[in-house]
């Protein structure tokens, strides 16, 4: 991290807020971090922070006092955080145990962030924190050095986004059905999160959704939706575009799910009459299946 970058008010504010939010976590097992820097690289706190987070216990001896013992109790720890934060792919992961060992600032702060935004999405972290940062690579003509801005927190609107692509990472576990059994505040964060997704999709045919039960009902937004997303055009006389009674609606939604099918989405068990009933959860289930597959456009 480039040195001016390290007095960054936004920066100091984002450690200051992270370091108070692992001792009020861990304040029933008495332990104090002081230190980012400092107080993560031997997996201590991060063990700890596993086990109360996601209730996962790992058979680790409490203190590894050898470099080599931390290293081995780093990569436990980490393999198991990296399918709980629902990150498969290897490129969206900006820590290692090599890094954290280290004592990498950068690394630690991204790993506690991911963690925050996955297991406790309603907490206020200060949004849009950056850094400048020098990246230096070893070539056969000598050492390059470049300074890239790397995005440490992101807007609010999305820590609900976050918090479903963890709820992803529990193998065989329905995202949705886990999402339900959370407290409510952690629930409405996600559900907002998936009404931005639809919005910001439907701007352009100037479509708003504010009630998710009840104005995907009829079927109409959720094929609109889809053809916004897939970019394709849905004939009219395919559907009926203001139904009036619960065979018209059945009809859309049963068209809205066979296109789902066709495109390569899972429906996970979800029943056309669900969505007409005004299911939350199938509902939900549907939207997240949507927002999984274009979440990164």
Known sequence: ???????D??????????????????????IVVQSLEEDMYDGLVLHHLLSRLAGVKLSLEEMALTSKAQIHKLEM??????????????????????????????ATI???VAMVRCF???????????????????????IKSDVQTEVLTVPRLYNG?????????????????????????????????????????????????????????????????????????IPLHDFNLTPVNPSEMLHNVTLALDLLNDIGIQRSSVDPQDIVSQDVTATLKILYALFKKHKGK
């Open 1 to 7: 991290i480039q040195p001016t970058s390290l007095n």
């Open 120 to 142: 406790q999405p309603e907490l206020d972290l200060p949004p849009n924190v950056k850094v400048e940062v020098i990246v230096v690579e070893v070539t056969k003509s000598g």
């Open 9 to 30: 008010p936004k920066l100091v504010k984002l450690k200051e807020e992270l370091v108070y939010w692992i001792n009020s976590t861990l304040k029933p097992e008495h």
């Open 161 to 233: 986004f976050n918090a479903l692509l963890c709820l992803s990472g529990h193998p065989g576990e329905d995202p949705i059905e886990e999402l339900l059994k959370l407290e409510p505040h952690k629930v409405n964060t996600v559900k907002k999160a998936i009404l931005h997704f639809v919005n910001q999709n439907m701007l352009s045919l100037g479509l708003q959704v504010a009630d998710m039960e009840k104005q995907f009902a009829d079927g109409v937004i959720l094929l609109l939706l889809i053809g916004q997303l897939e970019g394709f055009f």
């Open 110 to 112: 991204h790993l506690l």
């Open 77 to 106: 720890i980490l393999e198991e955080l990296d399918k709980r934060l629902g990150l498969q792919d290897s490129s969206q992961i900006k820590w290692n145990v090599t890094l954290i060992h280290n004592k990498d600032l950068l």
